[in-house]
């Protein structure tokens, strides 16, 4: 490995910490609060985004199984073929778009407003249509993504994913979840040999 590989490696390292750490100064509570309230009392959280931000909320879907906040990710390709059909009244739709503004989501948007869910969008660009949509918004800030090309979902994706623990944390907190309900329905693993240990 060159020299300049490792320097990069751990640039990308102290970019993200401190992109992720930076959270804590703009982290809205008023708005997080009621992501917190609406996720807690939903019957159904459905997650939408594109590529790297698509992960993250695939990975945030099965979280919010994981302390019984039934949830579902809506691939953007799926949803305007039918996929949308899943949107009910009073259902919480989460989208996140660092731009606010992803040409695959923005018929989506239209849909869940129609159908009268409750979109919550996770975005940095606080005038773009995700964001004057939406009926909770949370903000991000990237100063830079942590590659030389300042181009990949690095710092993003990072911040992204940190928000949306958060956001599991809180809601493990507010909903009273338990380990012995985890234990139920995560039998597998060392997870699961762990939580079903007799006591």
Same mark, same amino acid.
């Given at each position: 490995?060159?020299?300049?590989?490792?320097?990069? *490696? !751990?640039?990308?390292? !102290? @970019?993200?910490?401190?992109?992720?750490?930076?959270?804590?100064?703009?982290?809205?509570?008023?708005?997080?609060?009621?992501?917190?309230?609406?996720?807690?009392?939903?019957?159904? %959280?459905?997650?939408? *985004?594109?590529?790297? &931000?698509? +992960?993250?909320?695939?990975?945030? &879907?099965?979280? #919010?199984?994981? %302390?019984? !906040?039934?949830?579902?990710?809506? &691939?953007?390709?799926?949803?305007?073929?039918?996929? #949308? =059909?899943?949107?009910?009244?009073?259902?919480?739709? @989460?989208?996140? &778009?660092?731009?606010?503004?992803?040409?695959?989501? #923005?018929? %989506?948007?239209?849909?869940?407003?129609?159908?009268?869910?409750? #979109?919550? +969008?996770?975005?940095?660009?606080?005038?773009? /249509?995700?964001?004057?949509?939406?009926?909770?918004?949370?903000?991000?800030?990237?100063?830079?993504?942590?590659?030389?090309?300042?181009?990949?979902?690095?710092?993003?994706?990072?911040?992204?994913?940190?928000?949306?623990?958060?956001?599991?944390?809180?809601? @493990?907190?507010?909903?009273?979840?338990?380990?012995?309900?985890? *234990?139920? %329905?995560? /039998?597998?693993?060392?997870? =699961?040999? !762990?939580?079903?240990? /007799?006591?």
């Amino acid at each position: 490995m060159k020299n300049e590989s490792w320097a990069a *490696a !751990r640039k990308s390292l !102290r @970019i993200e910490a401190a992109t992720v750490e930076r959270v804590l100064e703009y982290l809205d509570e008023e708005a997080f609060g009621r992501a917190v309230d609406v996720c807690a009392k939903a019957e159904r %959280i459905i997650t939408c *985004a594109s590529g790297s &931000s698509g +992960a993250a909320t695939m990975k945030l &879907s099965h979280s #919010l199984c994981c %302390i019984e !906040r039934p949830a579902k990710f809506m &691939s953007p390709a799926e949803a305007v073929h039918g996929g #949308l =059909g899943c949107v009910q009244e009073g259902d919480v739709v @989460i989208m996140v &778009s660092r731009g606010g503004k992803t040409v695959e989501l #923005l018929p %989506i948007i239209d849909v869940v407003k129609k159908k009268k869910a409750i #979109l919550i +969008a996770l975005t940095e660009n606080l005038s773009s /249509p995700l964001a004057r949509q939406s009926d909770i918004l949370i903000p991000m800030k990237i100063e830079q993504e942590s590659d030389k090309l300042n181009s990949m979902a690095t710092a993003s994706y990072m911040t992204t994913v940190a928000i949306f623990d958060a956001l599991l944390c809180a809601l @493990i907190e507010e909903t009273g979840f338990t380990a012995e309900q985890f *234990a139920l %329905i995560h /039998p597998g693993g060392a997870v =699961g040999e !762990r939580l079903n240990q /007799p006591q």
